[in-house]
C-alpha cells in the first residue's frame, strides 16, 4: 500500500508503515488476494502439501520423513516477502488448536470440539444488562449450536454443555433460561434445523411490518403484545450509552475547521492550566471566539460575567496576563447532539480532574449519576493525546 496510513490509539498517534489499513472495510480481502498470489508459489514449489487456510491462519500436514526438517519450510515461506513473518505451532498431546476448533488426531480418524485460549474469560453478555431478552436467549443458542457443530464425540460435547450450564450460571442466566436451551429435546431440534438449514429470512414476508424503537425493559412487554395483536414484529435498537459517549474506538480524524459539534481542550501557553469546553460550532470559529473575549479582558482588565458560559479562559487570562494555545485546539470528543455533547464535556472535566489536570473551568458542566464515577476513574488522559 502506497497510501500513508495513520493510526490512533489511546497510546498516541503512528504511521503504519506498510501493509493495508488495520481494521479498513478492504483490508480483509485485500489479505485474501495477496495470501492467494503467495499461494501459487508455495503450490508450485510443494505440489503435494496439504495446506487448508483461513485469512492468515494455516492448518497444514507435514511429515519430517518425506519433506524433512519443518524449520527448513518454515525458513523457505519467510524468505517470499520480507515483509512476512510466518510462525508455526505444532501438535502437543496429539492436539493442535485451529481458529476455536481443537483438533485431535486419534490413530485412525480425527475429532474436533471447541477450543478457548487460556486467557478466555467466559464473559458474555451479563443477564442483567439492559437488552431485550432475545439478545440473551440468542447468546446461548449461538453457543449450544457451536457445540453441536464442532463436537463430534459424545464426551467432548458432554463436556462442553456442562462447561456452558457452569458458564452462563455465573453471567446470571437463570436456570429456567438455561435449562430449556441445554435440553435434551432444544438440542435435538436444533440438530435438525443445522442439518436441513433453511434461509433466515423464509419467516419473513414482504409485507412484513417492522418496529424497531430502543429497548425499554418496563415497556417491552406490553408494547410487544400489542404488536402481536396487530401483526407487527417488535424490534429493539442500539441505544446511546455512557460507553459510547466517553470512548471512541475509532476517533474521527477530522479538520478543526470542518469540526462542529465538538468537545475539546486548550493548554495555556506559560502554564499547565488547561480548559476544557464544547461548541456546536466549528472548533476554529469557537478558537476565533476565545482569542477576541481574551484580548478584550486583557485590554479593559475587566472578566466578563457570563452565567450561561464558561468564563474560565478570560478569568485566567486576566488574573495572569497568559495567553492561551487557541492555534492548537485537542478535539476530545465530535458529538452533533446538544445534550451528549455537554453531557461528554462535564464528564471529561471530571476525568481529567482526577488524572491530575489544572483546569480553570469554573462550571463543571453536566454530571451523570454518582453510581458512575466509580467507572470514569477507569479512563485515562495525558497531555499528549490528540484524539479520544
Known amino acids: 500500500m ?15 508503515s506498510h501493509g493495508a489499513p488495520m481494521g479498513g472495510g478492504l483490508s480483509g480481502l485485500l489479505s485474501d488476494i495477496y495470501m492467494e498470489k503467495l499461494e501459487t508459489i508455495i503450490f508450485n514449489d510443494f505440489p503435494k502439501l496439504k495446506w487448508k487456510r483461513y485469512r492468515d491462519d494455516t492448518f497444514m500436514t507435514w511429515s519430517t520423513t518425506e519433506n524433512g526438517p519443518i524449520s527448513n519450510f518454515l525458513d523457505y515461506l519467510n524468505s517470499i516477502d520480507a515483509h512476512l513473518k510466518f510462525t508455526h505451532e505444532i501438535e502437543n498431546n496429539n492436539s493442535l488448536p485451529f481458529l476455536d476448533v481443537l483438533i485431535t488426531r ?10 478457548r485460549k487460556p486467557t478466555h474469560s467466559d464473559r458474555y453478555i451479563h443477564y442483567t444488562s439492559n437488552h431485550e431478552p432475545r439478545i440473551f436467549d440468542n447468546t446461548l443458542q449461538s453457543m449450544v449450536r457451536r457445540a453441536i457443530i464442532y463436537c463430534t464425540t459424545p464426551n467432548s460435547f458432554a463436556t462442553e454443555i456442562n462447561h456452558l450450564r457452569t458458564t452462563f450460571a455465573l453471567n446470571a442466566y437463570p436456570n429456567t433460561v ?19 438449514p433453511k434461509s433466515s429470512f423464509s419467516d419473513i414476508s414482504d ?6 424503537i430502543p429497548y425499554d425493559p418496563y415497556i417491552w412487554s406490553p408494547l410487544r403484545k400489542i404488536c402481536t395483536k396487530y401483526k407487527i414484529k417488535l424490534s429493539g435498537s442500539k441505544t446511546f450509552n455512557i460507553g459510547n459517549m466517553i470512548t471512541n474506538i475509532r476517533p474521527p480524524i477530522i479538520p478543526l475547521e470542518y469540526s462542529g459539534g465538538a468537545v475539546y481542550r486548550i493548554k495555556c501557553q506559560a502554564c499547565d492550566t488547561f480548559y476544557i469546553g464544547e461548541t456546536l460550532q466549528k472548533v476554529n470559529d469557537r478558537m ?9 479582558a486583557i485590554n479593559t482588565n475587566v472578566a466578563p460575567r457570563d452565567s450561561l458560559n464558561d468564563c474560565g479562559p478570560i478569568k485566567h487570562a486576566v488574573e495572569t496576563g497568559h495567553i492561551w494555545s487557541f492555534l492548537n485546539p485537542v478535539l ?12 461528554r464535556e462535564g464528564m471529561e472535566i471530571y476525568i481529567h ?8 473551568n469554573v462550571m463543571d458542566g453536566k454530571t451523570v449519576q454518582s453510581c458512575w464515577y466509580e467507572l470514569l476513574h477507569d479512563f485515562k488522559r495525558s497531555t499528549n493525546q490528540k484524539q479520544y
Open 353 to 360: 480532574k482526577i488524572n491530575g489536570f489544572s483546569l480553570c
Open 2 to 16: 502506497s497510501q500513508t496510513v495513520i493510526v490512533n490509539n489511546e497510546h498516541g498517534t503512528f504511521k503504519q
Open 332 to 343: 476530545l470528543a465530535k458529538i452533533p447532539n446538544g445534550p451528549n455533547r455537554e453531557l
Open 178 to 196: 438455561i435449562n430449556k436451551y441445554t435440553s435434551t429435546e432444544f438440542i435435538e431440534n436444533l440438530k435438525l434445523r443445522i442439518s436441513s
Open 288 to 296: 476565533n471566539q476565545h482569542k477576541n473575549k481574551c484580548t478584550q
Open 106 to 115: 486419534h490413530s485412525n480418524f480425527l475429532s474436533t470440539s471447541v477450543y
Open 207 to 212: 409485507n412484513s411490518i417492522w418496529l424497531r
